[in-house]
């Protein structure tokens, strides 16, 4: 069954029709990327699965998203939950100006929880593979770190709230390239655990680390197929001109 | 509707020397095969010689195309339909290196015949290569032009090369029957149709790859 299932998803900022009839499953487990020209959709839709959107005035959404089977905009469900299953990456890390512990514990304490932390922040230190370069500074400014440890520290404030899918939104955007190839293993990784959707400007990139690639073309999704089928055949000629760069 | 753009004017130039240099060296092959048949004919040695000593023009050659496929995939990595052209490219070069041995093994048949004259007048033979030839420029044209129809039309043609081959081996294996002495003249004319049947399949494998390279879709035409 798909972990999420997105269903004729209409979404507005205002009269401005931003993502038309949008239907995707997201198989549990998998790396999923979506790509397309800025614009296109692709980071408000990835947005609509937490009900990041909802933060904005003035937008609405038509259609269905559902996470394990339930409807996530359905008036009863708890958005705050909704969060904390669905974590976010943001494009630039944005570490709170706390040290490296207190950012990864942030989540669990919101959530009252008060013992096991430091065994917590180690766990989603660990996963976030950044447990070896920190451990003898967990108390130090998270904001001494490098760009490619803080994105990585975010990672860990996402895993510490053990959600089950984290979303990515341009998360190498500002990273070096080897800063970027270590985000990149770690989501392969994260994925035997997690399930991750990524959006990203860089096809090498989605090309790279994700088992299934959605294109987005002016608020619609063209094509959605395997990562692979994708890059080296895929359905849609719209796809194949934007793979190619014969478009964008 | 979004303005449409190109931005793949580096990889377009430098996929286009890639297959120059490939159509070039199709050139050269089809020459090699070509005068490889007038060595045997005419039992020329000199020719033979230098069919042999181009061989090693086609070999670089082939290695300077395979290098420029390399670069591009490196580089520009290339995506769908220019990943399967540039892979094709790089197929290619090999099919085509490999049917210039062919053709250099018959020169090296036309140095072992030595001053012996030919066990029977070619008729084949020559009738086989030409056929294998035109396979090959036309499995040229059709890389140019990603026709899959001719791909097919192509490969048919294999079946053509085939018979002649049957044809002579038949042929060879009833004289020597009839007259051991006649073994080693009639195994060199028989290595000579064996080469060019080889040719014949390698030209069908070009046709496959076209076929790949149009529709990314594996087609086995070697019937």
Redo the contacts between chains.
């Keep these: 069954m798909a972990k999420i299932k997105a269903q004729g998803v209409n979404f507005y900022y205002g009269q401005f029709k931003a993502l038309a009839d949008v239907s995707m499953e997201i198989a549990e487990h998998e790396v999923t990327a979506l790509i397309g020209p800025s614009g296109c959709g692709k980071s408000t839709f990835l947005r609509c699965l937490n009900r990041m959107n909802d933060t904005i005035p003035g937008t609405r959404l038509e259609g269905k998203i559902e996470l394990d089977g339930l409807d996530v905009y359905a008036p009863a469900y708890d958005v705050a939950d909704l969060r904390r299953r669905v974590g976010m990456v943001f494009q630039k890390p944005n570490p709170f100006p706390q040290s490296i512990f207190d950012n990864v514990a942030f989540g669990l304490r919101i959530l009252g929880q008060t013992r096991g932390l430091a065994d917590c922040v180690e766990q989603s230190l660990r996963s976030a593979a950044l447990w070896d370069e920190v451990r003898d500074h967990l108390h130090e400014p998270a904001l001494g770190l490098s760009l490619g440890q803080q994105q990585r520290l975010c990672i860990a404030r996402v895993l510490a709230v053990e959600p089950d899918i984290i979303l990515m939104d341009e998360p190498c955007s500002a990273l070096d390239p080897i800063a970027t190839l270590a985000i990149e293993e770690l989501m392969r990784q994260l994925k035997e655990r997690y399930t991750i959707v990524i959006v990203t400007h860089n096809m090498q990139q989605a090309a790279r680390v994700s088992d299934c690639t959605g294109l987005f073309w002016l608020g619609k999704l063209v094509e959605f197929n395997p990562t692979e089928k994708i890059f080296t055949q895929p359905d849609e000629q719209q796809t194949e001109d934007y793979v190619t760069g014969r478009f964008g | 509707m979004?303005e449409?753009?190109?931005?793949?004017s580096t990889?377009d130039q430098r996929y286009a020397q890639a297959r120059d240099d490939l159509l070039r060296m199709g050139q050269m092959v089809d020459n090699a095969i070509d005068r490889s048949i007038q060595a045997l004919r005419a039992r020329d040695q000199t020719l033979a010689r230098q069919i042999i000593a181009e061989d090693l023009v086609i070999n670089a050659l082939r290695t300077t195309i395979e290098e420029e496929c390399l670069v591009l995939i490196a580089t520009q990595?290339?995506?769908?339909?220019?990943?399967?052209a540039t892979i094709t490219a790089m197929f290619l070069t090999n099919e085509m290196e490999r049917i210039a041995d062919h053709a250099n093994g018959i020169a090296k048949t036309v140095l072992r015949m030595g001053d012996e004259p030919l066990l029977k007048p070619l008729v084949d033979i020559p009738r086989m290569a030409e056929v294998a030839r035109d396979m090959l420029r036309q499995s040229l044209d059709a890389f140019l032009a990603r026709d899959i129809q001719a791909a097919h039309a192509i490969a048919a043609r294999d079946a053509e090369i085939d018979h002649m081959y049957r044809a002579i081996f038949d042929e060879l294996l009833a004289i020597m029957a009839n007259d051991p002495k006649t073994i080693t003249r009639a195994t060199y004319l028989l290595w000579c149709g064996h080469n060019l049947e080889r040719i014949g399949d390698r030209v069908t494998n070009i046709a496959e790859r076209i076929v790949f390279m149009a529709t990314?879709a594996r087609e086995d035409l070697n019937e």
């Design positions: 979004l449409t753009h190109h931005y793949r990889f990595q290339p995506t769908a339909s220019d990943l399967r990314g």
